[in-house]
């Protein structure tokens, strides 16, 4: 058999009825792309801000909050009008506040005047606080001196805070406009607080001389209008650790636990 005698091979197309349709086949992949329809650029948009509002509203409740340093009380480290971020999850899953933490907590309830308390008054800055967006009022930025257990007392003769007879070198972070020692708020350098109750801390401003903290409402032997304990905050009033002034961009600096602290034994 020659080879003009064999059949010339046969074409089937898909349906197996003829010759397969090149042009058919060319045009498919840009058929299915035709049948793609993207959504109108308001509708994209409107979805990806709810994306975005869902996943702030997330990460406010389990991991990150912003804040704002609302007085001159924790100079100079962090000046009044800074933006601080606060790692929520810093005392989860048994961890507590350690000596030297840089913590934002709630108002135990007579530490703020009305006007400090106050948050946004806008619609959009008060939906921005409620997502975590844009800082809340009613909250304090003060420093871990004491924990559960321990004594404080102030001063020894260089004027330094002992916590349980260790005195604390304070220097690279706290500020005392000319005061005596590093505890004057209550207008002596010789009080002793605590021990601290269980599942309370001990808080003072780093600008000594500038923050009504812990020592402002201790109770002096002689008072008789001040609640006795109400110097300590709960645990549970603490939102977090501060762990970085985020803003104004030449401020931006990491917070870390002071040295100083490391010294301080376990109460007794």
């Known amino acids: 058999m020659t080879p003009e005698d064999r059949d010339p091979p046969s074409s089937v197309d898909t349906d197996g009825a003829g010759s397969r349709s090149s042009s058919s086949t060319a045009t498919e ?15 994209e948009t409107l979805l990806l801000l709810g994306i975005a509002l869902v996943l702030a509203i997330v990460i406010k409740a389990l991991f990150v909050q912003a804040f704002y340093i609302p007085s001159e009380s924790m100079e100079p480290g962090l000046v009044k009008n800074d933006r601080i971020l606060v790692q929520k999850v810093s005392y989860w899953f048994g961890g507590s506040p350690q000596r030297g933490d840089v913590i934002v907590f709630e108002d135990p309830g007579d530490w703020l005047g009305p006007e400090e308390k106050a948050g946004p008054t806008s619609p959009v800055t008060s939906l921005m606080a409620k997502i975590g967006l844009y ?61 601290v109750p269980k599942d309370h801390v001990f808080v ?17 032997e002689d008072a008789t209008d001040c609640v006795p304990g109400d110097e300590f905050v709960p645990d549970d009033l603490i939102v977090g650790k501060v762990f970085v002034l985020l803003w104004p961009s030449d401020h931006f600096q990491w917070i870390h636990r002071p040295a100083t602290f490391e010294d301080v034994p376990d109460a007794s």
């Open 29 to 43: 992949p840009s058929d299915r792309k035709a049948a793609r329809k993207h959504l109108p650029v308001w509708q």
């Open 135 to 195: 800082p809340s009022g009613g909250h304090l930025v003060k420093r871990v001196i004491g924990v559960a257990g321990d004594v404080i007392k102030c001063c020894d003769k260089k004027g330094r805070i002992m916590v349980n007879g260790v005195p604390l070198n304070e220097k690279g972070y706290a500020k005392l406009n000319g005061a005596e020692c590093y505890g004057p708020m209550t207008s002596t350098c010789s009080w002793t607080d605590g021990p």
């Open 204 to 220: 003072m401003g780093d600008n000594r001389s500038r923050s009504a903290d812990s020592t402002v409402h201790m109770c002096p």
